[in-house]
């Protein structure tokens, strides 16, 4: 629900959700949104096919793939040939270049391997960090705190938990 929420898909039962000052709803694809299964979003056959669905220059294709770890893979690949962790990532390339002002992530790690994991966490600090992007990471894997400056803990809607992590300055 959080995640819908900032992607500005539902509406708040109560209080406001706000993107860049303006209402969420007012926002739509200024989040990017990131299913727990990456392939769900993922609709061409091809890895040329999603980067060129993205809005993605062709001429910018191969130095997309290797900005994502995705360098080893052609661009005529089928997607039913990447491993879960290259659609991941696959995906939020696709999604970060329509240069959105948030990336929600639901779920990210599930079902990656180490690998995986260890890239797709690596991917998303660098990202966070170079591009000022505000990433929300809904998870019940704490391996995605590591890279977090705050991490809240929900339940039933409520924060019960509110750490902060670091401070920037």
């Not at 694809?29 to 993605?56: C, I, M, S």
């Not at 999604?95 to 990656?112: H, K, T, Y």
């Not at 260890?118 to 660098?126: H, K, L, N």
Request: aromatic share 2%; glycine share 8%.
């Amino acid at each position: 629900s959080l995640a819908w929420l900032v992607a500005g898909l539902i509406r708040p039962t109560s209080g406001s959700v706000l993107v860049n000052g303006r209402p969420a709803r007012e926002r739509l694809g200024r989040v990017g949104l990131a299913f727990q299964h990456a392939r769900l979003q993922l609709l061409g056959p091809t890895v040329r096919d999603e980067l060129a669905r993205a809005g993605t220059a062709p001429d910018d294709y191969n130095q997309l793939l290797q900005r994502y770890s995705l360098g080893s893979i052609g661009l005529d690949t089928s997607l039913d040939n990447l491993s879960g962790g290259q659609l991941k990532r696959l995906l939020v390339a696709t999604l970060l270049a329509r240069s959105p002002a948030v990336l929600v992530m639901d779920e990210p790690l599930v079902g990656l391997d180490r690998a995986g994991r260890r890239m797709v966490v690596e991917t998303v600090d660098q990202l966070a960090h170079e591009q000022n992007l505000a990433v929300i990471v809904v998870s019940h894997d704490l391996d995605m705190a590591g890279v977090a400056d705050r991490v809240l803990q929900l339940e039933a809607g409520r924060v019960v938990s509110d750490e902060r992590l670091c401070s920037w300055t």
